[in-house]
């Protein structure tokens, strides 16, 4: 099993900047992929960036691209998301993501977290 605490949401203008934090625990050993996801009021929860832990090689969202950056801490099984240039269109909870390696490949969910960007 794997807990995942989201931090760091808050309101911020258009423009503004935002870090979110993403502590992992449990069984992190088999954690080889974390992100974060974004899902807005009726829209469908979708993948905004993505690192592979291991090798650290990371994929983005074509909207958040040369703007948001990912990160990881492996001492503190942490992963962040540093959001530039927020946009508006920004505005939605993000939820950190971990998938596992084993058997089976597993993912697991945080808690979620608001980020809201007004105009």
């Known amino acids: 099993q794997v807990q995942l605490v989201e931090s760091g949401g808050g309101l911020v203008q258009a423009g503004g900047s935002l870090r979110l934090s993403c502590a992992a625990s449990g069984s992190i050993f088999s954690i080889n992929l974390m992100g974060w996801y974004r899902q807005a009021p009726g829209k469908q929860r979708e993948l905004v960036a993505r690192i592979f832990t291991g090798i650290g090689s990371t994929n983005f969202a074509d909207s958040v691209k040369g703007r948001f950056t990912i990160s990881r801490d492996n001492a503190k099984n942490t992963v962040y998301l540093q959001m530039n240039s927020l946009k508006p269109e920004d505005t939605a909870v993000y939820y950190c993501?971990?998938?596992?390696?084993?058997?089976?490949?597993?993912?697991?969910w945080g808690q979620g977290t608001q980020v809201t960007v007004s105009s």
């Open positions: 993501n971990a998938q596992t390696t084993g058997v089976a490949t597993k993912n697991y």
